[in-house]
């Protein structure tokens, strides 16, 4: 069994090897992930790829709550992140009663919230009440409504100065690790050399500390939509579409159940 990550030996990964983060909902999976993961991430996309939504936005505490026991319970030895859904820490107050009660009703190991140097004041706050946080710049997918869609940043140099604005800010307040989503490679490269914690990549090139990438995105389950950034390392919706067909045959064949399978 792999010895479980700790925000000391995530820290310490920057510069030495990149780190694995991967996304899980359930046991189920996160017990199937756990062997090769170096951090698991509940994250919201749980509202579009579990709750069939179109963005993350009405994910809530109980959902997240709910979730992240789950993959506890299925990954008892890996580091797991808990998402913290839109809205969830507009202010200092709702953010530290918020994140409390992810650490009082979960075993998950930190909290992540989106944000830059807007949100520097409620992570500076959450670290100093003993919550422990996760940051995450660049495209953030809670902003897809305010911004009308998910637009890559980085590519302009005012965006390019504010991501390592942002970087800075979230690193100064306290985070321990940030994920940067959507972002040119050749900035989030920058960015990442700017800060002495992770930065975990999710579109945004090979040159950061470590890549997240949501479960079933890289095993070709969610057929709605597949960004450019995701690889599908396998082809999951058709796999299980096959088989399923085939035991729907089967079943109106009388091929199943055969003799072995029945008292
Ligand atoms: O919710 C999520 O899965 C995330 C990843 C895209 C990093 O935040």
Same mark, same amino acid.
């Given at each position: 069994?792999?010895?479980?990550?700790?925000?000391?030996?995530?820290?310490?990964?920057?510069?030495?090897?990149? /780190? @694995?983060?991967?996304?899980?909902?359930?046991?189920?999976?996160? *017990?199937?992930?756990?062997? =090769? #993961?170096? !951090?698991? /991430? @509940?994250?919201?996309?749980?509202?579009?790829?579990?709750?069939? *939504?179109?963005?993350?936005? =009405? #994910?809530? !505490?109980?959902?997240?709550?709910?979730?992240?026991?789950?993959?506890?319970?299925?990954?008892?030895?890996?580091?797991?992140?808990?998402?913290?859904?839109?809205?969830?820490?507009?202010?200092?107050?709702?953010?530290?009663?918020?994140?409390i009660r992810v650490f009082q009703q979960?075993?998950?190991?930190?909290?992540?919230?989106?944000?830059?140097?807007?949100?520097?004041?409620?992570?500076?706050?959450?670290?100093?009440?003993?919550?422990?946080?996760?940051?995450?710049?660049?495209?953030?997918?809670?902003?897809?409504?305010?911004?009308?869609?998910?637009?890559?940043?980085?590519?302009?140099?005012?965006?390019?100065?504010?991501?390592?604005?942002?970087?800075?800010?979230?690193?100064?307040?306290?985070?321990?690790?940030?994920?940067?989503?959507?972002?040119?490679?050749?900035?989030?490269?920058?960015?990442?050399?700017?800060?002495?914690?992770?930065?975990?990549?999710?579109?945004?090139?090979?040159?950061?500390?470590?890549?997240?990438?949501?479960?079933?995105?890289?095993?070709?389950?969610?057929?709605?939509?597949?960004?450019?950034?995701?690889?599908?390392?396998?082809?999951?919706?058709?796999?299980?579409?096959?088989?399923?067909?085939?035991?729907?045959?089967?079943?109106?064949?009388?091929?199943?159940?055969?003799?072995?399978?029945?008292?």
């Open positions: 069994m792999n010895k479980k990550m700790t925000i000391s030996s995530i820290k310490k990964a920057k510069g030495n090897r990149p /780190l @694995v983060m991967i996304t899980a909902y359930d046991a189920l999976f996160a *017990k199937l992930l756990e062997p =090769s #993961a170096d !951090m698991i /991430l @509940v994250g919201d996309s749980l509202n579009m790829t579990f709750g069939g *939504k179109s963005d993350t936005l =009405s #994910a809530t !505490m109980q959902q997240m709550i709910y979730h992240t026991n789950a993959v506890c319970m299925g990954a008892k030895n890996s580091f797991v992140v808990c998402d913290m859904p839109f809205g969830t820490y507009r202010d200092k107050t709702t953010a530290l009663e918020n994140a979960t075993p998950a190991d930190c909290i992540k919230i989106e944000g830059g140097e807007e949100k520097a004041d409620i992570i500076k706050y959450l670290c100093s009440n003993g919550i422990a946080v996760c940051g995450h710049i660049g495209l953030l997918p809670q902003a897809v409504r305010s911004e009308g869609g998910y637009k890559v940043k980085g590519k302009t140099s005012d965006e390019q100065l504010q991501l390592i604005e942002d970087a800075r800010a979230v690193e100064e307040a306290g985070a321990f690790c940030m994920v940067i989503e959507g972002v040119k490679a050749e900035v989030a490269a920058e960015v990442a050399k700017c800060v002495d914690i992770p930065v975990i990549g999710i579109g945004a090139g090979a040159d950061v500390d470590g890549q997240v990438l949501v479960f079933s995105d890289m095993l070709g389950l969610y057929e709605e939509f597949t960004p450019k950034f995701v690889k599908k390392y396998l082809d999951g919706a058709t796999l299980v579409k096959d088989a399923v067909k085939n035991y729907a045959d089967e079943v109106n064949s009388r091929a199943f159940p055969k003799k072995e399978h029945t008292y």
